[in-house]
T-cell receptor
């Protein structure tokens, strides 16, 4: 079956540090891949997405590249800010699937020190 | 600001109470969802409405009763809840009920429910 594995958190970094949050997936088909972010006290927001191999999603300085050969979709940012402190969820949705087939990773909590 | 609005933001209820959670979106999305999120966990799907009809019930206990009065509104009626039902309840919507492949979820900010 489909699954998403994220690196364990929490991740604590200093402001302006480089960020990588690892995400790997298992899927029988050709899924779309997503990163959602949840700020304290809020719901999840779509951060970025990629729908096919080698696509790069980007938003707010964050990037992730859909790597079919390594089944990965790692989230990166060159210089993090305190306002990036949140929980990040990697997710996949298989082609033609309904909502029940959206698979979320366990989430990675990110804390940025000033 | 989120385009999916949930009320109330916080709710405390006793195990014998009846209450309702409300969700509203005006993006023309035809799929609406209820998720439950416990602390430090990802959201868990509860119900899906597609074109205002219940299409998925993920084996949720009958003390949770969803309702979709129209394409913009989604309710979750609560009755005789247990303390372990305390959680953040998230509403979400998406444009295309038939596939989330290219139709991401839009979440509200949730209702923080405490059952005493």
């Amino acid at each position: 079956g489909n699954s998403v594995t994220q690196m364990e958190g929490p991740v604590t970094l200093s402001e302006e540090a480089f960020l990588t949050i690892n995400c790997t997936y298992t899927a029988t088909g050709y899924p779309s891949l997503f990163w959602y972010v949840q700020y304290p006290g809020e719901g999840l927001q779509l951060l970025l997405k990629a729908t096919k191999a080698d696509d790069k999603g980007s938003n707010k300085g964050f990037e992730a590249t859909y790597r079919k050969e390594t089944t990965s979709f790692h989230l990166e940012k060159g210089s993090v800010q305190v306002s990036d402190s949140a929980v990040y969820f990697c997710a996949l949705s298989d082609r033609g699937s309904s909502a029940s087939k959206i698979i979320f990773g366990s989430g990675t909590r990110l804390s940025i020190r000033p | 600001d989120t385009e999916v609005t949930q009320t109330p933001k916080h709710l405390v209820m006793g195990m014998t109470n009846k209450k309702s959670l409300k969700c509203e979106q005006h993006m023309g999305h035809r799929a609406m969802y209820w998720y439950k999120q416990k602390a430090k966990k990802p959201p868990e799907l509860m119900f899906v409405y597609s074109y205002e009809k219940l299409s998925i019930n993920e084996s949720v206990p009958s003390r949770f009763s969803p309702e979709c009065p129209n394409s913009s509104l989604l309710n979750l009626h609560l009755h005789a809840l247990q303390p372990e039902d305390s959680a953040l309840y998230l509403c979400a919507s998406s444009r295309n009920p038939d596939s989330t492949y290219n139709s991401p979820l839009h979440f509200g900010n949730g209702t923080r429910l405490t059952v005493t």
